[in-house]
């Protein structure tokens, strides 16, 4: 029973030893792989966050210019009609 104790604990650290040496070895070729791939997915989000802030502005813009554009006129018949001498 000793030997038998003896031997599976031997083959259990042989196994756990080979199986890690197996498992473990990640070369710099397969860190560069995954560097690349994270990269490529960085710069996905970072595109699509520079569209959707893109968007965003040009619609701000858009809404900005309409209502600049709306005020200056509302001054301008403002201007308008207290200038205009046929009015009073």
């Known amino acids: 029973m000793k030997r038998f104790t003896a031997m ?15 498992a473990m070895p990640q070369d710099a070729k397969d860190d560069m792989k995954a560097a690349g791939h994270e990269t490529k997915e960085a710069a996905k989000d970072t ?9 965003k502005t040009g ?16 001054g301008a018949e403002k201007v308008k009609d207290k200038v205009d001498p046929d009015k009073k």
Request: no cysteine; aromatic share 10%.
């Open 59 to 74: 619609h701000a813009v858009k809404k900005g210019t309409k209502k600049a554009a709306h005020k200056t006129k509302e």
């Open 8 to 22: 599976f604990a031997s083959a259990f650290l042989f196994v756990a030893l080979v199986g890690s040496a197996f």
């Open 47 to 55: 595109g699509k966050a520079t569209k959707k802030v893109a968007k």
